[in-house]
């Protein structure tokens, strides 16, 4: 248990002073460990398929996993914005009708 709490110590501290009080970065958190475990899936299936047609070794491991966690981390980060940009404009459109109700 020792081990445990150094390796993950700094993690849930941060978690519990940062994150955890913040319910929308709790989502930004989840959604980018969900993220991270799609890169993790994907790169593992293409060493499987590499490994399978002979093309083993350490590279065969290490490109495919450096490509798929920048294509999955670029996707998240693209994700990400729109919607921010959607729940922006979500949040302009209710000032906007409670604006007109207060002001008809």
């Known amino acids: 248990i020792g081990s445990a709490l150094l390796a993950f110590g700094p993690f849930l501290s941060l978690f519990g002073l940062l994150v955890y009080q913040k319910a ?29 047609i002979g093309l083993g070794g350490p590279l065969a491991a290490l490109v495919p996993g450096v490509f798929f966690q920048f294509a999955f981390r670029c996707g998240f980060v693209a994700l990400y914005h729109n919607v921010e940009q959607v729940i922006q404009n979500s949040m302009e459109k209710s000032d906007q009708r409670r604006r007109d109700v207060a002001h008809p």
């Open 24 to 52: 929308q970065l709790v989502i930004v958190v989840t959604t980018a460990a969900f993220f991270f475990l799609l890169a993790a899936v994907t790169a593992s299936l293409a060493w499987t398929i590499f490994h399978a």
